[in-house]
């Protein structure tokens, strides 16, 4: 199993594809077990997702477990995906508290064609064993995903320990919006997600700076 990075663009200046994914590859290759997403969506919130378009990172943890759900973007899938998957169903229950309503399906491509990165700490999965690829060293190019966005100020939704700990450690500048909050996840949602309003106070904050704010609920009007 190859990662397809033909498409990524200026992402691909970063050293972690030259120094770091031959290895990853190597073992992606040597996997029994099925890996999600399939590797031609891979890297493709980097694909959607440009550096000098992202006005807001969304950092997620692993593609999703479930074969035929992960297609690259982090809390994303595809939009015949029935019922939600647990923790974006969480995400709408607190869009629809901020803002009023929610997508109508769990495809998030709309989002990223406005400048949301979508990016996953761990690109890939074993079907059916979540983290199972946390020690492969995908987490070198979050890093550097991180620093390369450091250069202007940014919204950073960073929910959940992982996505607070990969932010202290290489985000840099204290000109961005960083919003902490737990995991949306059902395990966590109740402990400080729930309330967190972070769709209202992103899109206030780029205003305030003379941006466009994100349309998070109609991919049509996007």
Request: no cysteine; net charge neutral.
């Amino acid at each position: 199993m190859t990662p397809g990075t033909a498409h990524i663009g200026a992402w691909a200046e970063l050293p972690f594809f030259r120094e770091d994914l031959p290895a990853i590859a190597d073992a992606l290759e040597a996997e029994p077990r099925q890996v999600l997403p399939a590797p031609e969506r891979i890297f493709a919130a980097l694909e959607m997702t440009q550096p000098e378009q992202t006005r807001v990172v969304i950092l997620g943890q692993d593609p999703y477990p479930t074969p035929g759900h992960a297609h690259g973007l982090a809390f994303s899938a595809e939009a015949d995906v029935r019922p939600l998957p647990r923790s974006l169903g969480n995400i709408y229950k607190e869009m629809r508290a901020d803002l009023g309503d929610a997508p109508r399906n769990a495809d998030l491509r709309f989002w990223a064609r406005q400048g949301v990165l979508l990016l996953n700490s761990v690109l890939t999965v074993p079907a059916g064993e979540a983290n199972g690829h946390k020690a492969l060293g995908w987490q070198t190019l979050t890093a550097q995903v991180l620093d390369r966005l450091s250069d202007a100020p940014r919204v950073f939704l960073l929910w959940g320990r992982p996505a607070q700990k990969a932010a202290a450690q290489s985000l840099q500048g204290a000109h961005h919006l960083r919003i902490e909050t737990a995991h949306p996840s059902p395990l966590s949602a109740s402990r400080g997600f729930f309330g967190s309003r972070p769709f209202s106070r992103a899109n206030t904050w780029l205003q305030e700076r003379g941006h466009t704010p994100i349309n998070w609920i109609t991919p049509e009007a996007a």
